[in-house]
């Protein structure tokens, strides 16, 4: 007994000792080693001691892409499906049935997710994505047209940078700096100035971008760390969030009227532009910083147009595709600076390990 515990503190003293040596402990140990940190946010965002090989940050990032080009779909099939119920019961039932296809996985031992403190932050996660962001978002694009919207939404990544520094202590490098700008930018002159409406239906959408990148935060704080699996990370926040919004939706606005298009719209909406899309989603935020997963929502507008292009015959303007070349520089910028930067957690511990991430309390 001795020996063992005298190697849990040199691994605790000795910086020589490589943090993967911590997965040679006993579960005990390990658990005994990470209870002794100190209980912050920081904590779980910045031990760091090794970085995500290529294969794995490349990997991300086309898990990145294609929520983008998912979720690209999502303003204009949601301004389609609002004809069928009202926003937040339409945005509940997308949930709560985007949840049931992950409840399978969960009942074969992915539902561990560690204590108190993890279901808190999976709570919260939940309660901000959906009931909040979205209900927000399905509400603001009953009065604002999905444009306004869509170019609120997609200013997200200065959000994310601002609180992931606060936070996460995630700091970007000056080049990703200017990436993000030159997106924000880009995509300002993209969409034009936005029109003439209701300054309240506005402050909504920007609330919704607000709300998610909160979200955005906290599943990478749990994410990239390793200790919770990317499927209960997607489905609790659903299960908890979507099921919240339902009632809401049911109890202010009732159920919805039926019909085979809107059944259709709500099916695609819940299996490919939420299940599969946070699937995604949540992983390339296991090894992408939460900003750098966020600017790529900025490729949504582009994917827009250039199917519109040929499909509806509606050619860019020229400033259209200024906008659209300069989104797309400023996200290739927002990655190249990330080339050669650490992100692994020091001792992370592999999802369903036992231990629990410490709750988040603020910046120190």
Do not use: C, K
Request: proline share 7%; net charge positive; glycine share 10%.
């Amino acid at each position: 007994m001795e020996r063992i515990t005298g190697t849990v503190a040199v691994l605790d003293t000795d910086p020589t000792v490589r943090s993967d040596d911590a997965s040679r402990l006993p579960a005990w140990a390990r658990r005994r080693r990470t209870a002794a940190r100190p209980a912050s946010m920081e904590t779980m965002a910045t031990t760091v001691s090794r970085q995500p090989s290529r294969r794995a940050r490349w990997l991300a990032l086309a898990a990145g892409l294609a929520t983008s080009a998912i979720w690209g779909s999502s303003f204009v099939l949601i301004d389609l499906a609002l004809v069928g119920a009202g926003p937040l019961t339409l945005a509940g039932l997308r949930y709560s049935l985007a949840a049931l296809p992950l409840v399978p996985l969960l009942a074969r031992g992915g539902a561990r997710v560690g204590g108190a403190r993890t279901w808190l932050l999976l709570a919260a996660a939940g309660l901000l994505a959906y009931p909040v962001a979205n209900g927000l978002l399905f509400t603001a694009l009953t009065h604002v047209h999905p444009t306004t919207v869509s170019l609120i939404f997609n200013q997200q990544p200065l959000l994310v940078l601002v609180v992931g520094m606060a936070v996460l202590r995630e700091w970007p490098r000056p080049l990703q700096v200017v990436g993000i700008g030159v997106a924000a930018l880009s995509l300002l002159l993209y969409f034009g100035v936005p029109e003439d409406t209701g300054p309240i239906w506005l402050l909504a959408a920007l609330a919704a971008a607000v709300a998610f990148a909160g979200y955005s935060v906290l599943a990478r704080a749990l994410a990239r760390d390793g200790r919770i699996g990317v499927v209960p990370l997607t489905a609790w926040p659903l299960v908890i969030g979507g099921g919240v919004l339902l009632g809401l939706g049911l109890l202010t606005q009732g159920g919805p009227r039926p019909s085979l298009w809107f059944a259709g719209l709500v099916a695609w909406l819940a299996l490919a532009n939420t299940t599969l899309a946070y699937l995604l989603w949540n992983q390339a935020l296991r090894h992408l910083r939460a900003f750098e997963v966020n600017v790529l929502l900025g490729l949504g507008p582009i994917e827009t147009a250039l199917i519109a292009w040929p499909w509806l015959h509606q050619a860019p303007s020229p400033q259209q595709w200024a906008g659209m070349l300069g989104a797309l520089a400023g996200i290739v910028l927002v990655q190249l600076g990330a080339r050669g930067r650490t992100t692994a957690a020091e001792g992370a511990l592999p999802a369903g390990s036992g231990a629990e991430p410490p709750i988040p309390q603020g910046p120190s």
